[in-house]
Structure formats: structure tokens, C-alpha cells
């Protein structure tokens, strides 16, 4: 018997032989009183008014672009490096354009989402190792700060030495290497950083992936690099860009299919149905085309530049196709509460029933 059998009703005596009547109330009462009645009939969760349980961020497509150009000039990054240290010329330099075009590009985008420079500045102020947005920060600082020198030295190289640098141009020469070498550190953690920042987030879908997606980044930001040189480069330097292709298409699909495979299946739907999954679907596609082009016929000028444009369309696809996904996750609270219900079970069914309120895995 438990210490609240006293708070239960009466229950009126049995006629011996007799049955007991039932009311009609389509509730069951229990019967004897010898274990426990359900009072009340098993609740479906609706959210309070329709609203979203998790408030959507307030991001625009702005940052979704910052997602994918991060990703070009990361790729780009490490490409300018494996150039620069085998003699590929062209690569060299095209990777480093590409690089810094990318990075300013995505700086903008990034400033038009804050709604003001002197946001992103307050962000330099600080350096929190524990957040994402700050430790981000500083790492687009600093590749910028590196494929900038190496990507100006390439300008004054391709103007003959008409830029008015002056004195400084002795120091653009000697930090010229270094410095492209130094950007090439900061490369893949630029490319990945915005995917641990999504999954660092409350947002349903988002945070189900924190444990793969960034894998997918990393492969995403191979393609985009690999299919921007293989755009903007002449064929006979363009072997490296050619491999990276190659192998960013089987690091994306693989990554991509075991990310969804450890995702909660309510928590995945976003990445399948509506916009984003069609954004998602064409990707795989114009992946495994540019892939195969790049592969098969890259010494063509022709099939190397549309295997380019393929894979480039197909690395901002996943950026958008992830980040909209997120997005529509945080609109409808069956992507926060059934998962949250199902992770509850599971810690039940594991014996861990003295915290049954922390539900996050």
C-alpha cells in the first residue's frame, strides 16, 4: 500500500453476489482499490497555442550564404597550401583569389546578418573557448589575416609590381609563403566551425547532428574548393583539384547518410521533405555528377568547368538545404517534444529514473 491510498475516494461496499455498478465515464477506476486508477485519460501534448516550443532563430539567408562561402575559402585554403608546396603556380594563385574573395564575400554576408559592424567587433573583444560564435570569430580573423597577405602578393605579382606598397613590398615577398602556409591552419577550422555552431543550438534537427555534421562541412567545403579550381584553373594543374573532388563526393554522401542514419527519425524528416529536401536531394545529384565528370573527363577543359559548377552548386545546396531544414524543425513542436519523449523512455528503460526532467542525450 503507498502513503497516498488515503487521499483515494471511497469506494461504496459490494452486495455479496450482486455486481457493481460502473458509472459511464469512460475513465477506468481501478475496481478493488488494490492498485492504482487512472483519473484522468493519457494526454496528447499540444503546444500552448499552437506556438513553437523552441523559438526559431532569427537568421536569414544571409547566413546560409556565410555557410557555404566559409566553406570555399576553407577548401580553398588548403588547396592554395598543397600548390604552393608542390609548384603549381596557377592553383597557387587561383585558390588564393578564391580564398580571399570568399572570405570577404562571407564576411558581408555575416556583417549584413549582425545588422552592424561594430557588432562583429564587440565579438573580438572576448575570447570564450566555450562558444562557438567567438571561437569562430577569432578563427575567421585569423584566416584572413593569412590568405590576405599571400592572396595580395599574388595581385602585385599579376600587376607586374604596380600596387604602391613601396618599402613594404620586400616584407609582402618574405611573408608571402608564410603566410599562405598560416591560412592553411585555419582553413578546415574555418570550413567546420559553423557546423559545430548549428549543433551547439536548441533548433530540433540542428542539434540532432551535432555528433556528424561536421563531416558533412568538411566534405561540402572539398567540393566547393575542388569545383572553383576546377572552374578557374587550366587542366594541367588542376590533378589535385581533380582528387579532392573525387574524394569529397564519397566523404559527403557517406557522411551525410550516417549522419541521418544516429539522427532521432522525427528529428531527420526535415532533412527529407518540403524545400529542403529537394535542396538536399539535388545536391547527392550534382555531387555524383561532378564527382564523375571531374574524374573521368577533367582533362577536358569543357567537362572540367560544367564538373565545377556542379560540384560548387552542390556544396551550397547542402549549406542551404541543412540550414532550412533546421529552420522548419524549430516551426512545429512534434520535432522537440517526440524526440524528447523518446530519449525520456530510453533513459527509463536504461534505469536512469532519478532525473527523469534532463531528457537532452
Not at 36 to 48: G, K, Q, R
Not at 74 to 93: C, E, N, P, V
Not at 242 to 258: F, I, P
Not at 306 to 311: K, N, P, T, V
Amino acid at each position: 500500500m503507498s502513503d497516498y491510498d488515503s487521499f483515494r475516494p471511497p469506494e461504496p461496499p459490494r452486495k455479496p453476489g450482486g455486481k457493481r455498478r460502473r458509472r459511464r465515464t469512460g475513465i477506468d477506476t481501478g475496481g478493488d482499490g488494490a492498485r492504482e486508477m487512472t483519473l484522468v485519460p493519457e494526454a496528447e501534448f499540444t503546444s500552448y497555442y499552437g506556438r513553437p516550443v523552441v523559438k526559431p532563430p532569427p537568421w536569414g539567408h544571409e547566413v546560409a550564404a556565410y555557410l557555404f562561402l566559409g566553406g570555399v575559402a576553407g577548401g580553398s585554403g588548403l588547396l592554395a597550401a598543397g600548390a604552393q608546396l608542390t609548384g603549381r603556380k596557377a592553383l597557387r594563385r587561383n585558390a588564393r583569389l578564391g580564398a580571399l574573395g570568399a572570405v570577404g564575400l562571407g564576411a558581408v554576408a555575416l556583417v549584413a546578418d549582425l545588422g552592424r559592424p561594430d557588432r562583429f567587433y564587440n565579438m573580438m573583444r572576448t575570447f570564450k573557448v566555450t562558444s562557438p560564435m567567438s571561437v569562430g570569430s577569432w578563427i575567421l580573423s585569423a584566416y584572413s589575416g593569412g590568405i590576405g597577405v599571400a592572396a595580395v602578393a599574388e595581385i602585385d605579382r599579376m600587376t607586374g609590381e604596380r600596387l604602391p606598397l613601396g618599402p613594404l613590398r620586400r616584407v609582402l615577398q618574405f611573408a608571402e609563403a608564410p603566410a599562405g602556409l598560416a591560412g592553411a591552419v585555419f582553413a578546415a577550422p574555418l570550413a567546420v566551425y559553423t557546423a559545430v555552431l548549428l549543433g551547439d543550438t536548441a533548433t530540433p534537427t540542428w542539434n540532432a547532428t551535432h555528433r556528424d555534421l561536421p563531416f558533412v562541412f568538411v566534405s561540402s567545403a572539398s567540393l566547393a574548393a575542388s569545383g572553383l579550381a576546377l572552374v578557374t584553373t587550366p587542366v594541367a594543374e588542376t590533378g589535385p583539384a581533380r582528387t579532392l573532388a573525387a574524394l569529397g563526393v564519397v566523404g559527403d554522401l557517406t557522411a551525410m547518410k550516417l549522419m541521418e542514419r544516429r539522427m532521432d527519425p522525427v528529428a531527420a524528416e526535415p532533412l527529407h521533405h518540403g524545400h529542403p529536401g529537394e535542396m538536399l536531394k539535388w545536391s547527392e545529384r550534382l555531387a555524383v555528377a561532378g564527382g564523375l565528370g571531374a574524374l573521368i573527363g577533367g582533362r577536358n577543359r569543357l567537362v572540367a568547368a560544367l564538373s565545377g559548377l556542379a560540384l560548387l552548386a552542390a556544396s551550397a545546396l547542402t549549406r542551404f538545404g541543412v540550414f532550412e531544414a533546421g529552420i522548419e524543425s524549430a516551426k512545429d513542436p512534434r520535432y522537440t517534444i517526440e524526440p524528447q519523449k523518446r530519449r525520456l523512455a530510453e533513459r527509463r528503460a536504461a534505469g536512469e529514473t532519478g532525473d527523469s526532467i534532463t531528457t537532452a542525450g
